[in-house]
C-alpha cells in the first residue's frame, strides 16, 4: 500500500477488528493450545480451567474471524489454527517485547549501579 495515499476506512475497521480478536488474553492461550493441532472444546476448558460457555464464546469469535475453524464430530466440537500466520503475527510482537524488556532491564541494571561504591 502506498503510503501517500489514505486507507481507506473499511480497511483500518477491519485491521482493528482482527487485532481486537487477539486483544483477549483468553483468546491467545487458546491458540497457544491449538498450537500442536486440534482439540475439542472439553480438551480446552480443562487446560484452561475455566467455564465451557466461556471458552465457546472466545471460539466462536476466533472462528468468525477466520484465525480458527470448527468440526463436529458427533456429539463434539473441534477445533483448529485455521490461518497459521497467527503463530508468526504472535512471535514478531513477543521477540519485540523481548527486546524492550531487554532494553529497559539494561537500564534498571546500569542504574543500580550508580548507588554502589
Not at 483500518?12 to 487458546?30: D, H, K, N, W
Not at 493450545?33 to 471458552?55: F, I, P, Y
Amino acid at each position: 500500500m502506498n503510503s501517500s495515499q489514505p486507507v481507506p476506512p473499511e480497511v483500518v475497521q477491519q485491521l482493528a477488528a482482527y487485532f481486537s480478536v487477539l486483544s483477549e488474553p483468553t483468546r491467545l492461550r487458546i491458540l497457544n493450545l491449538l498450537r500442536d493441532g486440534e482439540k475439542c472444546v472439553q480438551d480446552l476448558v480443562e487446560a484452561m480451567d475455566t467455564s465451557q460457555a466461556n471458552v465457546s464464546k472466545h471460539l466462536k469469535v476466533m472462528v468468525q474471524a477466520g484465525i480458527l475453524s470448527r468440526r463436529s464430530e458427533g456429539t463434539l466440537a473441534y477445533y483448529k489454527v485455521e490461518d497459521e500466520l497467527i503463530f508468526e503475527l504472535c512471535h514478531l510482537v513477543c521477540d519485540r517485547l523481548a527486546k524492550r524488556i531487554e532494553i529497559q532491564a539494561h537500564k534498571f541494571r546500569a542504574f543500580s549501579f550508580l548507588g554502589k561504591r
